[in-house]
């Protein structure tokens, strides 16, 4: 069974950066596309970027394009979430997960029953 372990968050003012890491364990990490998704207070989990298991193929949600990169480290079994240009409405805990592409990862239901415990992100104003 796969493990994912996120960490990497905390508070930060607008406009600033983080870096959010998920180590995955228990499958052949190069295998599987991941995927980063976040939920705010009171707000379903979203999808925020995906990333094949080479790093070839890499999607994005609007809301984030161009100012968050995900990348990948598959000697280091371990998928990143680069966020810069941090807005207020970034807030969430965030969450990572796997699948066979990154197709699969940009459709995936909130209530999908998955899920390591995530990082919070908090973004003052």
């Known amino acids: ?5 996120e960490s990497g968050g905390g508070l930060v003012q607008a406009g600033g950066s983080l870096r959010l890491s ?6 052949t990490f190069s295998s599987d596309a991941m995927g980063w998704f976040r939920q705010a207070p009171g707000e379903e989990r979203e999808f925020v970027a995906a990333i094949s298991g080479g790093g070839s ?13 995900i990348s990948r480290d598959n000697a280091k079994n ?6 810069n240009r941090l807005k207020p409405e970034d807030t969430a ?5 796997r699948d066979k592409d990154t197709l699969t990862l940009r459709a995936r239901s909130p209530t999908y029953a998955y899920w390591g415990q995530g990082t919070q992100v908090t973004v003052s104003s």
């Open 78 to 83: 371990t998928a990143y979430l680069q966020m």
């Open 22 to 27: 998920c180590v995955a364990s228990g499958r």
């Open 93 to 97: 805990v965030y969450y990572c997960n």
């Open 1 to 5: 069974q796969v493990q994912l372990v």
């Open 57 to 69: 193929v890499t999607r994005y949600a609007d809301s984030v394009k161009g100012r968050f990169t």
